[in-house]
């Protein structure tokens, strides 16, 4: 079993920049792919970017979405059991509930076995 909490998310102007983190609980973080996601109201949740699993401290495995490649990026710290998302370039339509997942690398909702309860990202133009 996996417990995945978010934090850092908030209120951001656009052009701007937040660092989402989501803590994993359990002592198997570094064998879990990792993903994250968006959802907007009234829309269903997509895909954002994910991360293979690593041996390493890091990782350097990663995919996005094609809508926040070069503007955000995904890492994580096994030492620390996290997986972050730098968001830069923040704009408008980038507010969305943010969810952390864990047991995949792929784009698809129903390949993640855990989810976090979500971070709210809002962007004011």
């Known amino acids: 079993q996996v417990q995945l909490v978010e934090s850092g998310g908030g209120l951001v102007q656009a052009g701007g920049s937040l660092r989402l983190s989501c803590a994993a609980s359990?002592?198997?973080?570094?064998?879990?792919?990792m993903g994250w996601f968006r959802q907007a109201p009234g829309k269903e949740r997509e895909f954002v970017a994910a991360?293979?699993?690593?041996?390493?401290?890091?990782?350097?495995?990663?995919s996005y979405a094609g809508s926040v490649k070069g503007r955000f990026t995904i890492s994580r710290d096994n030492a620390k059991n996290t997986v972050y998302l730098q968001m830069n370039s923040l704009k408008p339509e980038d507010t969305a509930v943010y969810y952390c997942?864990?047991?995949?690398?792929?784009?698809?909702?129903?390949?993640?076995?855990?989810w976090g309860q979500g971070t709210q990202v809002t962007v004011s133009s």
């Open positions: 997942a864990a047991g995949s690398r792929s784009e698809r909702t129903y390949d993640y076995d855990y």
């Open positions: 991360i293979r699993p690593s041996s390493r401290a890091w990782s350097s495995f990663t």
């Open positions: 359990g002592r198997t973080f570094s064998t879990y792919g």
